[in-house]
């Protein structure tokens, strides 16, 4: 039926079937019509108690970590203008049942955050970056000179923060992907750097010049890298 109701006793006097004798068969005589919320086809359950899920999907070039930290200040205002309505009725002098009831209705947990996975891989960047820039000065200064161990580090985190300068340009995100290759990555340029220092330092040793020297150890060493 496309009909609407206004009120719950409509519903209950709807004549499901009529006859000629005026004998009618409504619906309250076939099913206990009640006004209520429709069955759930799943149920949720969050900490043992019933509860209502919500999945935040984010775009495909969305930031992770931007997401996850405008989703829990929604829900940190959410919590305070619930506090703000208890305070409220609390004021307002109703049944303390009530509203003790009330205040324990209603409650917003983030139960997971696939941002975590983001910022450990974040955290992991980080931390082989800044190992890989301390081993490579340490390894290269023990067995070359100062000056071919710092350019070789440098490397590092001038491709780190290349990369991320220029995620924004071609509409790359911060996720377990882009991270993932920047570790991978990170490995590629400190094997390609220390085989070019080396190939510089080797020509220097021959007597070079320094500016010849480099330019010949990246002109030699371009096609193996």
């Not at 780190?160 to 071609?170: M, T």
């Not at 509409?171 to 920047?182: H, K, Q, R, T, W």
């Amino acid at each position: 039926t496309i009909a609407e109701y206004d009120n719950l006793l409509d519903v209950k006097n709807v004549i499901v079937r009529s006859n000629y004798e005026g004998f009618n068969v409504m619906l309250q005589n076939l099913a206990n019509v009640y006004e209520g919320f429709a069955e759930p086809q799943v149920y949720y359950r969050g900490n043992g108690k019933t509860a209502i899920g919500m999945v935040v999907i984010m775009q495909e070039n969305a930031d992770s970590l931007t997401i996850s930290k405008n989703v829990r200040k929604c829900i940190t205002d959410f919590k305070r203008n619930i506090a703000l309505s208890n305070n409220d009725n609390k004021n307002s002098g109703e049944n303390k049942t009530k509203i003790k009831n009330a205040e324990l209705a209603i409650d917003v947990q983030v139960i997971y955050d696939y941002s975590i996975i983001t910022k450990t891989m974040l955290n992991i960047v980080v931390d082989n970056g800044l190992f890989g820039f301390i081993l490579v000065v340490l390894v290269l200064f023990l067995f070359l000179d100062v000056k071919t161990a710092f350019w070789c580090a440098f490397g590092i985190p001038f491709s780190i923060l290349g990369g991320l300068v220029l995620f924004k340009q071609f509409g790359v995100s911060l996720n377990i992907v882009s991270l993932a290759a920047i570790v991978l990555v990170l490995g590629i340029i400190v094997d390609d750097a220390i085989v070019i220092s080396e190939k510089i330092f080797s020509n220097k040793q021959k007597g070079i010049d320094s500016f010849e020297a480099t330019i010949g150890g990246v002109k030699e060493m371009f096609l193996p890298v």
